[in-house]
């Protein structure tokens, strides 16, 4: 009993555990990866210390930063219009059987397709300028957008429906004051994945194209023989990766939060 | 399935509304196309028309060069597969249990790191052949796969693990006989994003920097700017992770008789 | 009692919420089973009859106090207490037989041996045709009847039963109940049965204790003196039978008003 009371009372809360168990294991990836370069001893595996120091070191350099920005930049632009389009266009599929007939066999055909892989076509059609690096992470975060905006618009309570209905609503508005509220915990999932994908289409996409930006940033270095620049860049790219995703999380869970609030409130307007 | 939604969706696949259906509107979109491009709205070395894309698959396909890299592919692809399927189950079965604290920070933090920036640094570590490749299909697929065991092993129902143990399992005995087999419909909806994952992975990683292989001969051919032998390796690609999927399905049904689906 | 199969001394369970409130399910109860002997435990829901079961199996470790059984001291399940749930809790990905087997197995009979075994208690619960069905293709009653005998298979010394008819409906209880009790005086395992229906307790036990809610404790004990093989029609009539329904109604009447008070 009084060992039990004092365990408790000595418990970390959870969400101070959750963020540094976080970090002490990233500092256990660092000190694995440092003794393993020790180890193994080769020029294309530098020491964890060795890259790390680079990383300032690169974020010093205004090309670096242009580079890394302007990947950014083109990212935020395809995610942006596929927000545009493939939102509505999942949330209709979800609240329109026809659309999601003739829509979801071709999704299915489309999703197995590598996304970067299309940018040598897309270059072939739109040139090398960074409308064809934004169309392909466009094409890219749009899939799961559409997924789950579906999904998310197909779970929506028909009540809520009928009652906008007799509200008198038009289609259109009931998409963006109705359904799209009722799935915004969906669809905001669904913006999540997308942001990983944007990240992986942006990056690959650059590899391939090796043309300006921060996957050809990476490549240079790697043709160069930079090997501590390869992985201060990596460094720099995995943390965008995690960082993107912890920012959009804590904005996640506020607007999901505001949605369950909003969505009380439609009930009793629809029924007044 | 919650789990699968997590995952991100690939679930337009599978999810069908009846066969006529989902055959219209890709045969309608499959004409116009082809219309366009025979009535010379479009110029051929922009975009060929599909018949003219499946005649050159249907060309090269028995080609030995071509199935030569079709060859080194799969070989990536199944094996990278193959040992994401292992180390994800079974590390997603650790995490679950007492590996817990270690690894699921360990997980939250590499989970959302974008892998293909990974490629160059196995590059220079596991040099320019299959070894490379096969790594970055490894980190690609392990998460899906990692990530719906472990879920699927938390939900396991505790009443079914406490009937095995007083039935006289062992805790070890009872991961194999009640946690896994719980486990095993969040593990293959994993196992279908991972392969998929892997299909993408593996063909970018060939194009990105490689000698052979299905994304070498697209990059080979965009290089020459031959547009027709670009849609090919795609197309097959694409067609081979459709494939791969149904196989999936198929085994699906069959391992999961017992499940309500 | 010195021949207690079972003997509950001084149990107590607090559980500690999410929200960091502790909150005493279990407050020093205590309770003897002899062997052979068919104890219900009866109480409101929510009074930790189940928790005591799930104690009794070793799937909850107490908080204080302690639990003996064959004069052991109880610290997790073993194949000598076998519990059956309300929620069936089968395997699904097995079949029928498959459960039934899956004891014996574990144990170390050889599949074959096995399969035998589990054809004869399927034959028992009147099974034997579903053997090669999925649980999901049964009733109600009939994945209950697969659960006692996958139970029954590894020959458990004490059946714990957790509401074990809870999920079913009127007239599949009544025929499970009777297909329990002629289970039951075959070899007259000793049964220790949580249940929350007056009738139920009557018609089945030897002995009900009854519990309190919020803590748990013991509030009576009452003992069933009623002659057996019963059959429910017979007893329907008995005066007896009646008079008990009545006092353990009466019981769980005052557990209510004490709770909500006069």
Known sequence: MSIKSVMSALVIPRAIWHNASAFLSLGVLLLLWEGLAHYINIDGFPLASEALLQVPVILREREALISIGASLWRMFLGGALALMIAVPVGLTMGRNQRTAQALSPVLTLIYPIPKAALMPIIMLWFGIGDLSKVLVIFVGVSLPLIYHSYHGAQSVDEKLLWSAMAMGMKPVERLFRVVLPSALPEVLLGCRVGLAMALIVMIASEMIARQSGAGELLFNALDMALYTDVYAIIIILAGIGFLLDWVFERIRSRLVHWAEIRQDAVVPRGRA | ?261 | MANSIILIENLTKCFVTTDGRRHLAIDAVNVAVAEGEFVSILGPSGCGKSTLLYMVGGFVTPSSGQILVQGKLVTGPGPDRGPVFQEFALFPWKTVIENVMYGPVQQGMSRRDAREHAERLLDLVQLKKFADFYPKELSGGMRQRVAIARTLAYQPAILLMDEPFGALDAHTRTVLQNELLNIWERDRKTVLFVTHGVDEAVFLSDRVVVMTRAPGRVKAVIDIDLPRPRRRVDLLMNRQYQEYVIKLERLIEDVHLEETGP
């Open chain 2, 1 to 261: 399935m919650n789990e699968a939604k997590r995952l991100g969706g690939w679930l337009f696949l599978g999810r069908t509304h009846g066969m006529i259906f989902s055959v219209i509107s890709p045969a309608i979109l499959l004409m116009i196309w082809e219309g366009v491009c025979r009535a010379g709205l479009i110029i051929p070395t922009l975009l060929p028309a599909p018949t003219a894309v499946f005649f050159r698959l249907v060309d090269v396909l028995p080609d030995p060069e071509f199935l030569h890299h079709l060859g080194q592919t799969m070989i990536r692809l199944l094996s990278g597969f193959a040992i994401a399927l292992v180390t994800g189950v079974s590390l997603g079965l650790g995490a679950s249990g007492r590996g817990s604290l270690v690894l699921e920070p360990i997980i939250r933090v590499l989970a959302p790191i974008p892998k293909i920036a990974l490629y160059p640094a196995f590059v220079l570590i596991f040099g320019f052949e299959h070894t490379s490749k096969i790594a970055l299909v490894v980190a690609d697929a392990v998460f899906p796969i990692l990530l719906a065991t472990l879920h699927g092993a938390r939900a396991v129902e505790p009443k079914l693990l406490w009937s095995a143990w007083a039935a006289g399992a062992s805790r070890r005995m009872s991961i194999f006989t009640v946690i896994l087999p719980s486990a095993l419909p969040a593990i293959l909806t994993g196992c279908r994003i991972a392969l998929l994952i892997a299909c993408v992975t593996v063909f970018l990683a060939e194009m990105i920097s490689s000698t052979d292989g299905l994304g070498h001969l697209m990059i080979r051919s965009a290089r020459s700017f031959r547009i027709i032998d670009m849609f090919v390796p795609l197309i097959l690609i694409s067609g081979i992770g459709l494939f791969l999927n149904a196989i999936l399905l198929a085994a699906r049904k069959r391992l999961l008789a017992g499940f309500d689906h």
